[in-house]
C-alpha cells in the first residue's frame, strides 16, 4: 500500500487550484487611513467629532447646526427614511439621530423578473452646548427632512454678545 505524503500535510490544500487573494482597492485604504487621522486630530476639539458613523453602508445623513439668540436648530436631511424608522434622542451629551433605510425595488417584465433590495442601519451624533433647555426640545420631520429645535436658556441667552468689528 502507497501513501501519498501530501494528504498528511494539514495546511495545504488538497486540490490544485490557484489560490486568489482580493486585495482591498486603494482608493478605500486611503480614504480610511485619512478617516483615522481626522478622527484622531479633530477628536481632541470641545464639540469632539466622530468619523465612526460612517462604518457600515455608507449612508450618513448630512446635518446642519444652527444657533440664534435664543435657539439651536439642528436639521437632518433623511431622504427615504419614513418617520417609524427613525429615533430621535436628546440627552446631556447631544442629539443622537437613529434609523435603518430601506430600499427595496421590484420589476417585472416580459422575459424577466428584478427584484433589488438593500437595508442599512445609521447613527449620527452631534454633540450641543452646555446652557440649552433640552426637556423643551421639539422635533419635526415632513418630506425626509427633520427639524429639531432646541430653545437656550435665560442665562445663556445672556451670555451672547455682539463684538464691534473695526476694518483697518
Known sequence: MTMNLKS??????????????????????????VDRLFESALS???????????KGNGFLPEVE????????????????????????????????????KRHEREEE????HFSERSYGAFHRHVPLPDGLLR??????????VLKVSIPKSPEAQKRRKALNVKVE
Open 135 to 144: 426637556d423643551r426640545a421639539e422635533a419635526k420631520f415632513k418630506k425626509g
Open 8 to 33: 498528511l500535510i494539514p495546511w495545504k490544500k488538497r486540490d490544485d487550484s490557484p489560490t486568489v487573494v482580493q486585495r482591498e482597492h486603494p482608493f478605500e485604504l486611503w480614504r480610511r487611513e
Open 44 to 54: 481632541e476639539w470641545p464639540m469632539g467629532f466622530d468619523l465612526s458613523d460612517r
Open 109 to 112: 417584465k416580459k422575459g424577466y
Open 65 to 100: 447646526v444652527t444657533e440664534t439668540d435664543k435657539e439651536v436648530k439642528v436639521t437632518a436631511e433623511l431622504p427615504g427614511i419614513e418617520e417609524k424608522e427613525l429615533d430621535v434622542t436628546i440627552d446631556g451629551s447631544g442629539l443622537s439621530i437613529r434609523g435603518e
